[in-house]
């Protein structure tokens, strides 16, 4: 796959753009061109320039770089890393002085080294420091968005940090959107459950405001009304603008008449990422035996979702089952959402494919009908449990060694994180698990800048009512 520039459309500067998700998901919009992209990862910018071979790239600390002199861009979107960010205290920038050097060097005001946290938090502080000095030569970014972990909220700073963006003559606007939960008009649905924060903003000059309920609002079914809705999202807290679906906010239906019913989104099913052609290897067959927590989550898994289909007979659902150390992690039913997944590489995904009904030579196969969980670096300890078809139905106990098991491939790390089907990532297994897991699904790029081109341009896009999936094997 190759992305070719329109001389005439509207451009965009992708920052921390990895493999190159968020640069789908722009470069999906009609009359828009990614023009630069930078990462400090030179693997993920060989990656991207594959994809994107007339985008200029930079490639190292974006903190060491003097960015207030890049080139002018319409829209500027910015993913900085967000492995290191929690509710500690941040440091002050000082943006009086930030522009006679880089902001990394504000972190060696004392003696005291860097830490992880704050050199994230300095990532953060690059965007009004790029956005000023575009204004101060005289040009202007029109709109832009901020893509990083809903725990960023929390950051003692941010009202200063995002007023800083305001200050420039910006509007702005929080939201919290969950992967599964985006409806793209073009590029492929995820299925995974991936809460994010996002940090839309757009020049007061424009005279316009983007129409986020035409974006934003994701199709669901109201048992109450017994009709389909565009959701509205309702968080718990009042004082709330940031967090997890279903932990801080839920959807509703827009109806008064059935008194805002909870209704669930729809989202694609996990099914659409496997490659059901690869085979499992039977426990008892290993060579190398799995470890006695991850057995023990697959029996736990197994004796908590099988359900009776007659007094005899057993349906067992698939299951998803973490392979970390970690105590405390239970196997679930693939039936619902896979939970978040951490960088640290060491969540496993385990998963039944279908339940095969074998019943007179024939079968049934049964989807899986929720979404996987947030699919990060550490993808490649997603592993795949199925059981052999001769027990998918079964009479009495099920022996475990039984059970197929085998890991994801990077292509379906690929697929649940919502990648063109023929996008290229290079290098080793781990490098491209690391380059997808780390990357943003091109779905959520595509319906964020979407309102914002219409606000720049005051032209309409076509909204498709029924999304593109990803693709089954």
Same mark, same amino acid.
């Given at each position: 796959?190759?992305?070719?520039?329109?001389?005439?459309?509207?451009?965009?500067?992708?920052?921390?753009?990895?493999?190159?998700?968020?640069?789908?998901?722009?470069?999906?919009?009609?009359?828009?061109?990614?023009?630069?992209?930078?990462?400090?990862?030179?693997?993920?910018?060989?990656?991207?320039?594959?994809?994107?071979?007339?985008?200029?790239?930079?490639?190292?600390?974006?903190?060491?770089?003097?960015?207030?002199?890049?080139?002018?861009?319409?829209?500027?979107?910015?993913?900085?890393?967000?492995?290191?960010?929690?509710?500690?205290?941040?440091?002050?920038?000082?943006?009086?002085?930030?522009?006679?050097?880089?902001?990394?060097?504000?972190?060696?005001?004392?003696?005291?080294?860097?830490?992880?946290?704050?050199?994230?938090?300095?990532?953060?502080?690059?965007?009004?420091?790029?956005?000023?000095?575009?204004?101060?030569?005289?040009?202007?970014?029109?709109?832009?968005?901020?893509?990083?972990?809903?725990?960023?909220?929390?950051?003692?700073?941010?009202?200063?940090?995002?007023?800083?963006?305001?200050?420039?003559?910006?509007?702005?606007?929080?939201?919290?959107?969950?992967?599964?939960?985006?409806?793209?008009?073009?590029?492929?649905?995820?299925?995974?459950?991936?809460?994010?924060?996002?940090?839309?903003?757009?020049?007061?000059?424009?005279?316009?405001?983007?129409?986020?309920?035409?974006?934003?609002?994701?199709?669901?079914?109201?048992?109450?009304?017994?009709?389909?809705?565009?959701?509205?999202?309702?968080?718990?807290?009042?004082?709330?603008?940031?967090?997890?679906?279903?932990?801080?906010?839920?959807?509703?239906?827009?109806?008064?008449?059935?008194?805002?019913?909870?209704?669930?989104?729809?989202?694609?099913?996990?099914?659409?990422?496997?490659?059901?052609?690869?085979?499992?290897?039977?426990?008892?067959?290993?060579?190398?035996?799995?470890?006695?927590?991850?057995?023990?989550?697959?029996?736990?898994?197994?004796?908590?979702?099988?359900?009776?289909?007659?007094?005899?007979?057993?349906?067992? !659902? =698939?299951? @998803?089952?973490? #392979?970390?150390?970690?105590?405390?992690? *239970? $196997?679930?039913?693939?039936?619902?959402?896979? /939970?978040?997944?951490?960088?640290?590489?060491?969540?496993?995904?385990?998963?039944?494919?279908?339940?095969?009904?074998?019943?007179?030579?024939?079968?049934?196969?049964?989807?899986?009908?929720?979404?996987?969980?947030?699919?990060?670096?550490?993808?490649?300890?997603?592993?795949?449990?199925?059981?052999?078809?001769?027990?998918?139905?079964?009479?009495?106990?099920?022996?475990?060694?039984?059970?197929?098991?085998?890991?994801?491939?990077?292509?379906?790390?690929?697929?649940?994180?919502?990648?063109?089907?023929?996008?290229?990532?290079?290098?080793?297994?781990?490098?491209?698990?690391?380059?997808?897991?780390?990357?943003? !699904? =091109?779905? @959520?790029?595509? #319906?964020?800048?979407?309102?914002?081109? *219409? $606000?720049?341009?005051?032209?309409?896009?076509? /909204?498709?009512?029924?999304?593109?999936?990803?693709?089954?094997?």
């Amino acid at each position: 796959m190759s992305y070719r520039h329109d001389n005439d459309a509207l451009t965009v500067m992708d920052w921390f753009c990895g493999a190159g998700g968020s640069s789908q998901g722009v470069h999906a919009v009609p009359g828009v061109r990614v023009t630069r992209a930078a990462n400090h990862w030179l693997r993920a910018i060989e990656s991207h320039a594959a994809n994107f071979p007339d985008t200029d790239h930079y490639q190292g600390d974006i903190r060491k770089a003097p960015v207030w002199d890049w080139p002018v861009t319409d829209i500027f979107w910015a993913s900085p890393e967000c492995t290191n960010w929690s509710v500690a205290k941040g440091k002050r920038r000082d943006f009086d002085t930030a522009m006679q050097g880089d902001l990394f060097s504000l972190l060696e005001e004392t003696e005291e080294e860097p830490t992880a946290e704050e050199e994230s938090r300095a990532l953060m502080e690059e965007v009004p420091l790029y956005l000023r000095g575009v204004q101060e030569r005289g040009g202007l970014v029109k709109a832009g968005v901020v893509e990083n972990v809903v725990d960023v909220r929390q950051w003692s700073e941010w009202d200063r940090w995002i007023g800083e963006i305001r200050k420039l003559g910006y509007e702005t606007k929080v939201i919290a959107l969950n992967a599964m939960h985006a409806l793209p008009r073009t590029v492929h649905q995820a299925p995974q459950s991936r809460d994010r924060l996002f940090v839309a903003y757009w020049h007061r000059s424009l005279g316009r405001t983007p129409d986020w309920n035409k974006w934003l609002r994701p199709r669901a079914w109201c048992a109450s009304c017994e009709q389909h809705v565009d959701a509205m999202q309702v968080f718990k807290r009042h004082d709330r603008d940031m967090g997890r679906y279903r932990q801080q906010y839920v959807y509703r239906c827009p109806k008064a008449a059935c008194r805002y019913a909870i209704v669930e989104p729809e989202a694609l099913p996990a099914a659409t990422c496997i490659d059901w052609s690869i085979p499992g290897q039977r426990i008892g067959d290993r060579t190398r035996p799995l470890a006695d927590k991850t057995l023990a989550r697959i029996q736990a898994g197994i004796t908590r979702f099988a359900r009776p289909l007659d007094g005899r007979r057993l349906q067992i !659902p =698939p299951l @998803m089952v973490p #392979v970390e150390g970690r105590d405390g992690k *239970e $196997a679930n039913s693939a039936l619902a959402p896979l /939970r978040t997944q951490t960088a640290r590489n060491e969540t496993g995904l385990a998963w039944l494919p279908f339940i095969a009904e074998l019943r007179g030579g024939g079968s049934v196969a049964r989807p899986v009908t929720e979404a996987l969980a947030t699919v990060t670096a550490s993808g490649n300890h997603h592993g795949l449990v199925t059981p052999d078809p001769r027990i998918a139905i079964v009479e009495g106990d099920i022996d475990i060694h039984d059970v197929l098991f085998r890991m994801l491939d990077p292509h379906e790390i690929g697929r649940a994180m919502a990648f063109a089907d023929d996008y290229i990532v290079l290098g080793s297994k781990r490098e491209r698990v690391r380059q997808y897991g780390n990357g943003v !699904p =091109p779905g @959520m790029a595509e #319906v964020l800048v979407c309102p914002l081109v *219409e $606000a720049i341009t005051g032209s309409e896009l076509e /909204r498709h009512t029924t999304p593109r999936t990803a693709l089954a094997a």
